[in-house]
């Protein structure tokens, strides 16, 4: 499959698979989890797969006014990208303001990381860190803190490439990532990425999907061959999610990760 995040078991949501039977269970669903779903089975003579398509209601009732005397969580300071050296020690960090009572997971190329002597949750005042005790060139990829409860969710993500001695980064490389962001409801939002030497094509994707060129909400430029940004307008709901920008060079291509949250305050 294509352009689809492979999803994990995490505090959210559960994968099973018992009998013949597999099932992903989410425990709490949000807007930003509409979508399609793809369940693929593999084995040694092919594969098969089914989808479905996951729409959420707004709530309505007493459910709903129980939900809106809640806070979301709200993530103000977001993670940043990096190159760190093998072997080093690595400290994320993001300032979480908003609710009173959230909880917080982080997560490696989307599986959830386990406390461990390896890799610490700590937090003081509202300041929640990920510290990673030594990094190796495995941990490369993209980070995501997340805080949720009852109320809703907010997250940041961030790409860590862990630089191993004698040996060239992935190229392209880039020199400036783009910084995930939250904003109101109605704001427009600029990302901006830039790379050492002039890629081929950088490409913009949501959730795994190409952002389409063709549509007016979206305002894809460059300043020069080194310097792309992507700016969206009149930021609903929808445009929640996760994000890559995309270069490609002559010999491979690299990703650069962050978020976008939209808050209707």
């Known amino acids: 499959m294509t352009n689809y995040f492979t999803l994990s078991s995490s505090g959210i949501m559960s994968l099973k698979y ?13 807007p ?27 709530m309505t009732g007493a459910a709903a006014k129980k939900k809106t005397d809640d806070k979301p969580p709200k993530i103000v300071d977001h993670v940043t990208s990096m190159f760190v050296k093998d072997g080093e020690a690595v400290t994320l960090s993001c300032r979480i303001i908003g609710a009173k009572k959230f909880d917080v997971i982080w997560l490696h190329n989307n599986k959830e990381i386990k406390p461990s002597k390896d890799f610490q949750y700590s937090s003081e005042a509202n300041i929640y860190k990920l510290n990673i005790a030594e990094i190796f ?14 109320a809703g969710e907010s997250f940041s993500s961030c790409t860590l490439n862990v630089l191993v001695p004698n040996e060239e980064p ?19 939002v600029t990302f901006v990425c830039k790379t050492e030497t002039a890629p ?9 999907k190409t952002l389409p060129e063709s549509s007016s909400r979206y305002l894809f ?5 080194k310097s792309f940004e992507l700016r969206i307008k009149a930021c609903t709901a929808s445009d929640v999610g996760q994000y890559v920008a995309r270069a490609i060079g002559k010999k491979g291509e690299t990703n650069a990760a962050f978020a976008l949250n939209v808050t209707n305050e």
């Open 170 to 188: 992935k190229s392209p490389v880039f020199t400036t990532f783009p910084q995930s962001a939250t904003v109101s409801e109605g704001e427009s």
């Open 221 to 225: 430029s460059s300043d020069g061959d």
């Open 137 to 150: 060139p495995e941990d490369s990829g993209t980070y995501t803190c997340e805080a949720f409860n009852d």
């Open 18 to 30: 018992k009998g013949g039977v597999a099932t992903l269970v989410i425990n709490e669903v949000f």
């Open 200 to 208: 081929l094509k950088v490409t913009w994707l949501k959730d795994g």
């Open 32 to 58: 930003e989890d509409e979508g399609e779903y793809v369940c693929q089975a593999s084995n040694s003579i092919g594969t098969v797969t089914t989808s479905c398509k996951l729409t959420v209601k707004p």
